[in-house]
Structures are given as C-alpha cells and as structure tokens.
C-alpha cells in the first residue's frame, strides 16, 4: 500500500494586517482600528476582532483587507484550530467581499481557494489557483503546486506535471519533485518515479519525509 504524504500550501495565519487598498485614503482612525482588531485576533481573542472589523466593514464597505481579515479570523475555531468546516463557508464568504472590493487583492484570492480545496470544491479551487498563479508575485509558487494537488485529486495528471514544473527550476524544489515522483507513479511510470525519488532524498532534509521516500523507493524497485 503506497503511503503519500502531500502538504497542502497555505498563507502564514500571521498575516492578519494588510494595507487598505479603496479608492480613498481612509483617516488614520481607520488604521488605528484595523491595527487593534488585527492584535486580537493575534492574541487569540478573534470574537472581539470579528466584532471590530465588522464594525469596520460596516462604515468602510470598499476596504478589502477588513474583509480579508474577517475570512482570515473565520478560519480558525475557538481553540485556536484552523480550517473547521463550520467556519469555512463564512471565511469564503468574506474573501469574495474582499475581491468583490478590490479583484486584484491576490492574498484574499489565494486564500479562497484554499478555503474552497478544503471544502472540496476542486473546480472552484483550480480557477482561484490559476488566477493566483497567473497574476506573479509571492503567492504564485504556492498556487501553482496546490493547483497542481488539485489536479491530482482530479486524475488530471498531466496538467498538474505542468502546474508543477512551471516556475524556474522545479526539480531543485522538494516539494515539488515528491509529487512529481507521485505523478509518475500514478502514470506507471516506474523508471521516472524512481529518479524523481532519489533526487527527493538528495535535496530532502526532513528524516520523516525521507523515510517515506525510501519506502516509495522500495516499493518501486519491487515492483
């Protein structure tokens, strides 16, 4: 029986405070606001920044990080665990306020489909990582290798080999040569798993994922 173990990429839960981004400068209250709401939910009390921010949502309806920061705080439940289904739909719900408001705000995009993976909405989630992965920056490397999970999930193989190995050097990322390797398996292609494996555990520093490697490996050279 084959073991895989796929990390699904998500934003860092740190990253509660973004720059506003309406048409006008909001008054410097507004980020006073924002700043104290963002240093609860921080703190771990996000029922009370959930309050403030929707109190700012309210008075500043074309601020999309106010929203970006409600479907944020909505993603964890009230211990602290992130990505509870009873919390989801609601976080999405705030990420497409936040698009709604600004559609270039590429964080909350990213974080939307991540939202809709988890929820298992795949084709939605594949549209989202697309547009992230498209649009550059920070998150594109991110998108590209969830997309390309999606994909997987989809039995789309080949187009998540191309989700994959889209940016620069992808054979010099682990992550991505681990589910290269998995890709070729799926596609029975054992000659091929078997390199991307060995060149996992070249660049692999995690002794976890590299025991699971060399069990792969195994499994192939018995083939």
Not at 58 to 78: I, K, Q, R, S, W
Not at 93 to 106: E, M, N, R, V
Not at 127 to 145: K, P, Q, T
Request: with cysteine; glycine share 6%; aromatic share 8%.
């Amino acid at each position: 029986m084959r073991v895989e173990l796929l990390l699904l990429m998500a934003a860092p839960a740190a990253a509660f405070l973004l720059t506003p981004a309406g048409a006008e400068e909001p008054p410097a209250d507004f980020f006073a606001s924002l700043d104290d709401a963002v240093s609860e939910a921080r703190a771990g009390d996000r029922e009370k920044a959930g309050e403030a921010l929707l109190e700012l949502a309210a008075e500043y309806p074309d601020e999309p990080a106010v929203f970006y920061n409600l479907g944020l705080a909505c993603e964890f439940d009230e211990d602290g665990n992130r990505y509870r289904a009873e919390n989801l739909n609601v976080a999405a719900a705030y990420y497409q306020q936040a698009l709604a408001a600004d559609p270039g705000f590429t964080p909350a995009r990213f974080n939307l489909a991540v939202v809709w993976h988890k929820l298992e909405y795949l084709d939605e989630a594949a549209r989202e990582y697309r547009i992230v992965a498209r649009a550059g920056g920070d998150l594109a490397a991110r998108a590209e290798y969830n997309l390309a999970l999606v994909l997987k999930e989809q039995g789309r193989y080949a187009e998540a080999e191309d989700a994959l190995t889209a940016s620069p050097a992808p054979y010099d990322d682990v992550a991505r040569v681990r589910l290269l390797a998995l890709l070729a398996e799926d596609a029975g292609e054992v000659g091929r798993a078997i390199r991307l494996w060995k060149r996992a555990l070249a660049l692999d520093e995690d002794p976890v994922l590299s025991a699971l490697a060399t069990k792969h490996l195994q499994a192939l050279r018995g083939y």
